[in-house]
């Protein structure tokens, strides 16, 4: 069951609206660059595969291709997981509660974004302590000499807009909770 702005109850559903929209916003922008850093990462190894494969025609790999996977897809990973759980779309066990009221998958659904809350705010903590020990250490990539920091800062935009958006899935869900009805996530 859907449920319009005039008919959600709980913590300012209104706003709670507006805010999805915002952050539905920034998560596609986030999901989307992380996609095409992937498909660019994807034509890069192309690139380099083939100039390794071909050396005895003078093409030649790409230089420190590996270090550029390697940071851009920890990047791109960090870039999808708001856009995950905005939509849902995090791997759930409804063995038990998807034969049961509505009201206790609501309930499921909200603990589940409290965990998923905890978890984030852990992951973010932890980036954020290594990026300063990467940042304090100089440590830089082995072929192309780029300080490892870079990648963890690529990768705190997408944990930060993770948390954000944890916090807000746990706000809607309560408001789910509170309304009896779920709201709808084509509004968001």
Known sequence: ?????????GILPGAEQTAGRLINSLCAILATTGGALLAGLAVMTVISVTGRSLTSVGLRPITGDFELVEVGCAVAIFSFLPW?????????????????????????????????????????????????????????TYLLGLPIWYGYVGGMIGASLFILTCLYTVWRAWNDIVSGQTADLRLQ
């Open 1 to 9: 069951m859907t449920a319009s702005i005039t008919e959600r109850r």
């Open 84 to 140: 995950c759980q905005l939509k849902r779309g995090h791997v759930t066990v409804d063995l038990f509660v998807g034969f049961g009221p509505a009201w206790l998958m609501r309930f499921s659904t909200l603990t589940g974004d409290i965990i998923m809350t905890l978890v984030a705010v852990i992951m973010g903590w932890r980036l954020w302590l290594g990026m300063h020990e990467m940042l304090s250490n100089g440590q830089e």
